[in-house]
């Protein structure tokens, strides 16, 4: 028997995780994913690809806590399980990284349908709908691009009207900087970051 006549095995699509989980890419379960997982993973990844200012990368955990932030201060704290989604909006690059928008649409539908996927189960694991209601989908949507604004003027290089061309100026802009888009952190201060502010809004 050659090489070619053995069976041929599927190609392995799990991923492991620090927490010892796999994680199923192509079905992912909700028992199998874990919120430190999730810091660990989006603290590691860059935001715009790398290209901002400053000795460290800015992460997709700060760019989360950056939105849930925003969030905040327009809606309050009445709605703990809203901002829960919003800090959590970009949960699935944990395990598939952070691609760009032009990237994404490069791909086509199918890079989107396999990203809702995963998100789907990362809600079930935190108890939030498998859909978000529109009105949820439409604040966390204004809140990541005011973010986006936030970035791209003040870490990516961006003039702030090319900025305005791509993103929405936030309305409270000249109220002043957040903190977050400040300097990149460390890693490990945007894990922890994430982290207790994750667990301050399950308490």
């Given at each position: 028997m050659t090489t070619h006549d053995l069976p041929k095995q599927k190609p392995r699509a799990w991923q492991r995780m620090l927490s010892g989980r796999r994680l199923d890419l192509l079905d992912p379960r909700p028992e199998d994913i874990e919120i430190a997982d999730i810091a660990h993973g989006l603290a590691r990844v860059a935001r715009w690809n790398g290209q901002t200012v400053g000795r460290n990368?800015?992460?997709?955990?700060?760019?989360?806590?950056?939105?849930?932030?925003?969030?905040?201060?327009?809606?309050?704290?009445?709605?703990?399980?809203?901002l829960k989604a919003a800090l959590l909006h970009d949960a699935p690059e944990y395990v598939i990284g952070d691609l760009i928008s032009p990237f994404k649409s490069a791909l086509g539908i199918d890079y989107k349908t396999f990203e809702w996927r995963l998100l789907a189960a990362i809600h079930r694991r935190f108890g939030l709908p498998d859909v978000l209601p529109e009105e949820w989908s439409a604040l966390i949507k204004s809140a990541?691009?005011?973010?986006?604004?936030?970035?791209?003027?003040?870490?990516?290089?961006?003039?702030?009207?090319?900025?305005?061309?791509?993103?929405?100026?936030?309305?409270?802009?000249?109220?002043g900087v957040p903190d977050e888009v400040v300097e990149p952190w460390t890693t490990t201060e945007a894990q922890s970051r994430f982290l207790a502010r994750f667990s301050g809004l399950v308490d």
């Open positions: 990368a800015f992460s997709v955990a700060q760019h989360s806590l950056l939105v849930e932030r925003i969030l905040l201060v327009e809606v309050g704290e009445k709605d703990p399980a809203l990541d691009h005011a973010a986006a604004w936030w970035e791209a003027t003040r870490l990516a290089g961006f003039t702030e009207d090319e900025a305005r061309h791509y993103f929405d100026r936030p309305a409270n802009a000249a109220d």
